[in-house]
């Protein structure tokens, strides 16, 4: 039995059949409309977990319709399938319509099939959250009712305050981490990658003894830094090989196209640039990327995320090699310590790996966040 929905909108009725015909196996109904009104009937009429559209339709383009979708239906999972994949629709769509997936045509199937099944673990994951917080709120508000006699009401009030405003931050970090998950999603090699450069950025920026603002800030920036890999084909960022000189001229526009989609939203622009120059070399080099900065001109928390960075790539596996030595780590960041990572950042890690040797990798990284939001 199919307990799960997928609605495809497209105007192409032979892209529909197409869809039709490779998802027929699939676990989950797919149903398809040639147009929004068409959809927005659909929706109404049946209990659809997940929607993708067209980009370009005569009736309103895909940004339009899926925002409609997130005001109308904002638990559905929303996704865009488009030929036409220029930043500005990328991040129109990002911004109007919060999708979770974009994919370009012609599509790969394997990878169409696993961002559906992908998809609807989101829904689902995103169901159970709200069922646990819903069954958390019960139980905070028995817990305020059996100790309402007992505390002083000013006491009771701060405390919820408090409380609130961590639940707040909380959901403030988890709505970050879901959208570099979604990132780092693309490529099997590269899930986690963000939140463990963003841990390890976090905790040498406090062996750096930076405050707590710019700690948060590198935090984020730890884990936005490869937001703008969603504009760079999947073929090149799931390639299981080392990657052509054009596929690598490719690749590096990823900060700055990262910090386009940044930009326009407010409470992120500060991250945007930090997420623009985390690929600049200390030394100016023309081997740094996009703008050749050079030392203190380059944001600390972009040096710091380089440094991060360079250890969580070189001690994971990846598709043409597996994981290196943490020995062959602390060569390379030596090797290239004032050239191209900051020495002050390089000596700050080689302080913490003194303290935790290789225990530095194996840190509960949520053990790790949980200090963040409470510190």
């Not at 992908?118 to 905070?140: G, T």
């Not at 590198?218 to 596929?247: N, W």
């Not at 326009?264 to 200390?282: G, M, Q, T």
């Amino acid at each position: 039995m199919k307990n799960h929905t997928v609605l495809f909108v497209d105007d192409e009725a032979n892209i529909l059949k197409a869809l039709k015909r490779l998802l027929r196996h699939e676990p989950f109904e797919v149903l398809t409309a040639t147009s929004a009104s068409e959809a927005l009937e659909q929706l109404q009429r049946f209990d659809i977990q997940v929607v993708i559209s067209d980009q370009r339709m005569p009736e309103m383009s895909g940004a339009d319709f899926l925002s409609r979708i997130r005001e109308r239906h904002p638990e559905t999972i929303r996704m865009m399938l488009t030929g036409y994949t220029e930043i500005d629709v990328a991040v129109e769509a990002i911004n109007r319509g919060e999708i979770f997936r974009l994919i370009t045509k012609p599509w790969n199937e394997d990878e169409l099939k696993s961002s559906l099944r992908q998809a609807i673990d989101h829904f689902q994951m995103k169901q159970e959250i709200k069922r646990l917080n819903q069954v958390s709120r019960e139980q905070n508000f028995k817990l305020q009712d059996m100790n309402r006699n007992l505390e002083d009401k000013v006491r009771e009030r701060t405390h919820q305050v408090d409380q609130k405003n961590r639940d707040l931050r909380k959901g403030y970090i988890q709505t970050i981490r879901a959208l570099a998950e979604a990132i780092d999603a693309k490529d099997a090699y590269t899930r986690g990658h963000s939140e463990r450069v963003a841990v390890y950025a976090s905790r040498l920026a406090r062996e750096l003894n930076l405050d707590k603002k710019m700690i948060e800030r590198v935090y984020f920036s730890g884990l936005l830094h490869d937001v703008g890999k969603i504009g760079i084909p999947d073929a090149i960022i799931s390639k299981p090989a080392r990657l052509t000189e054009m596929e690598y001229e490719e690749i590096k526009r990823h900060p700055e196209i990262g910090a386009k989609i940044l930009e326009p939203i407010e409470f992120l622009s500060n991250i945007a640039p930090c997420v623009r120059h985390h690929h600049e070399w200390f030394d100016g080099s023309s081997r740094g990327y996009p703008d050749r900065l050079a030392g203190n001109k380059i944001p600390l928390p972009s040096r710091i995320i380089l440094v991060a960075d360079t250890v969580e790539a070189m001690t994971s596996d990846r598709p043409y090699r597996k994981g290196l030595p943490m020995t062959v780590v602390i060569d390379e960041l030596a090797k290239f310590s004032g050239r191209q990572f900051d020495p002050t950042i390089v000596d700050a890690f080689m302080r913490l790996l003194e303290q935790e040797g290789d225990e530095f990798l194996s840190k509960d990284e949520k053990f790790d966040i949980d200090a963040f939001i409470d510190g």
